[in-house]
């Protein structure tokens, strides 16, 4: 049997090209390697308040994007997390041996704390959720970009807990991180992690922005003070940017440095632009093929909960069993 790769993202905000060189680039391309699970974390999007009808609408985007970016509904499972319930009734399980003393140091919760007026129980569960995303399906691969890796080893130190209290149930993951784009920055603030929730313009670029939006928001990056790149000392937005090109590119350092080297900024922000638009253009237009398609994306994501409800309702009842609780097998008996 081949080993099972899970990933997943919030259906919130626009999905951007951090949230592709970070994750989904890797999904599209390691998934035949693997028994590919793609997860729509609706689940984790109301941890922090959302809109009724933008989040159903959220999740079917999010759903196209994957497929657009490559991800292939014969092989790989695309599913939503709330549609199969295991994950929320796992959640409790594993928040049960969770000390609050773990969640209260994780990165992510304090960030998205402070800038709440209340804080919902869910936004400090929130890493425990994401942990049996993953246990679930006995996950032994998780692809994401850097700000995740916090919360992975988190998974592993929840899974280990599990593991000395109840004996051997989990499987450890590893945390799978891109070589280049595992941390895309602001394109306005080289210094803060480009993200969704950022509203600012000229922040990030979105997978689904027109070319011409795209263009603009790149040309407009912030750099530093030198007129052309040098590789002797860069500034953060410039190490950004050749980020960005190497990342859509494949480039290697070598190639990057004959390339760029000595390059007047202006120059680099155009090759970089025409390097991101030429890679988003025929992404967009599957996406847009895709969502033509009445009913499509519906029937991808309905057979992709039914592909792996089995396996999260055997892991839900194997660790029923292993806590004491009222398992499938006790009711027989
Ligand atoms: P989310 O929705 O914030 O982000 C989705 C994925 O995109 C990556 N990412 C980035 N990579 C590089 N540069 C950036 N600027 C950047 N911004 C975001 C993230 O690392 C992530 O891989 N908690 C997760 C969702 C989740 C999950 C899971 C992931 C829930 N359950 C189980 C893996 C396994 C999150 O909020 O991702």
């Known amino acids: 049997m081949k080993a099972r790769v899970l990933s997943g ?18 999904w599209a391309k390691i998934q035949y390697d693997y028994e590919s699970i793609f997860c ?15 989040l159903r609408a959220k999740i079917e985007e999010i759903a196209a994007i994957y497929l657009a970016a490559g991800i292939d509904p014969k092989h790989s499972a695309i599913m939503v997390q709330s549609a199969v319930p295991a994950h929320a009734e796992l959640a ?32 400090f569960q929130y890493p ?23 919360h992975l080893e988190l998974t592993r130190d929840i899974a280990q ?17 891109p070589a280049i784009g595992a941390r895309v920055m602001g394109l306005d603030d080289p210094l803060t992690k480009m993200s969704k929730s950022s509203s600012g313009a000229g922040h990030a670029v979105a997978l689904l922005d027109p070319p011409e939006r795209i263009r603009k928001t790149i040309m407009r990056a912030t750099t530093d003070s030198n007129p052309s790149v040098s590789f002797e000392g860069m500034g953060p937005g410039v190490e950004n940017l050749l980020n960005i090109y190497q990342a859509f590119s494949g480039c290697s350092d070598g190639e990057i440095r004959t390339a760029f080297e000595g390059l007047r900024y202006g120059d680099l922000k155009k090759r970089v632009a025409d390097m991101v638009i030429s890679h988003l253009e025929p992404f967009q237009k599957r996406y847009r093929e895709i969502t033509a398609k009445p009913g499509y994306v519906a029937g991808v994501l309905r057979e992709g909960a039914e592909r792996v409800a089995p396996i999260a309702n055997s892991t839900v009842e194997l660790v029923k069993r292993k806590m004491g609780l009222y398992s499938a097998d006790s009711r027989k008996a």
């Open 9 to 26: 993202m919030q259906p919130t905000g626009n999905l951007h090209i951090g949230n592709y060189l970070g994750a989904l680039k890797t």
């Open 92 to 123: 409790w399980m594993l928040t049960c041996v969770t000390p609050m003393g773990w969640l209260s140091r994780m990165t992510q919760f304090k960030a998205k704390s402070a800038a709440q007026e209340t804080i919902g129980d869910g936004l």
């Open 40 to 54: 729509i974390v609706d689940l984790h999007a109301i941890t922090v308040q959302q809109d009724p009808a933008r």
């Open 161 to 177: 807990r599990f593991n000395s209290m109840f004996g051997d149930t989990f499987v450890m993951p590893a945390t799978e991180l």
């Open 128 to 150: 425990v959720l994401m942990a049996a995303d993953i246990l679930l399906y006995q996950a032994a691969i998780v692809p994401v970009g850097e700000d995740q890796a916090q």
